[in-house]
Structure formats: C-alpha cells, structure tokens
C-alpha cells in the first residue's frame, strides 16, 4: 500500500520532473498533502527505499547532502511514459480486489462459491 500511496501521490513522477535528486523538504513542498503530515513523509520514502522504488543519491558532485532519486523500478510507474504500469498496479490494489483477501477465513467457514462473494455480497 506504500507503493500505491506513491503512485496516487505522484511522487516518481515529481522527482522524475525535478532532474536529480530531491531533498525531503523540496519533496515535501511539491507534494500535493497536508503539511502537518510531512514527518510522515520520510518514513514513507524509507519504506519504498528498503523495497527498491528510491535511493539516496548526492544532491551534487561536491556536496555531502542527499536527495531522493528514482531507479528503474520506479521508472515503471511514471505516468507519462508509454510501457507504464502505474495503472496497472492501482487496479491490481484497488479496494474492491483486495477486500475479498481480508475475508479469505470466512469464505472457508461459509457456502459462497468466492472471497469476493463473501466480501461484496455477489459474484464478480
């Protein structure tokens, strides 16, 4: 959901449009969000970090501060470029396919054919 929460924030696209790497504060103020909320920002650039979307890259050749940069993963999900899968993705977690999983035990326990009987009440 951290991925999702980027590709709907457009924080690739933001980055990607900026040409090197972004600072938290410059990434916070192009970002689209409440600024009561920017601490929270960087716990969530952690996140996709770990995961492979963004690295830490330096700002410039001769400065010791970092930025936030994309790497080919994330050039996947730019939603201008024509082999995007940014869409693709935001249907895959759309609520309505990923409900069903959180009912996957009582679909087990009861007589619907589907999770996603269970889940919304009637066939997909």
């Known amino acids: ?3 999702k929460c980027a590709v709907q924030l457009g924080i690739m696209d933001i980055i ?9 504060a ?6 689209p969000i409440n600024k009561a909320k920017a601490q929270s920002v960087s716990r969530l650039m952690r996140i996709l970090i770990h995961l492979g979307f963004f690295m830490k890259a330096k700002i410039s050749k001769g400065e010791e501060e970092t930025g936030y940069w994309i790497t080919p ?3 996947l ?3 201008d470029k024509p082999l ?3 869409s693709f993705l935001l249907a895959m977690l ?5 409900e069903p999983w959180h009912h996957l035990s009582a679909w087990f326990e009861n007589e619907n054919s ?3 009987d269970t889940a919304h009440g009637r066939m997909l």
């Not at 990607?16 to 938290?24: G, I, N, Q, R």
């Open 77 to 79: 999900l730019l939603k």
């Open 1 to 3: 959901m951290s991925l």
């Open 114 to 116: 589907t999770p996603f």
């Open 26 to 31: 410059e990434l916070v103020e192009a970002l």
């Open 94 to 98: 759309h609520l309505v396919l990923t």
């Open 16 to 24: 990607h449009k900026h040409d090197k790497p972004m600072t938290l």
């Open 84 to 86: 995007s899968v940014a």
């Open 73 to 75: 993963a994330s050039r």
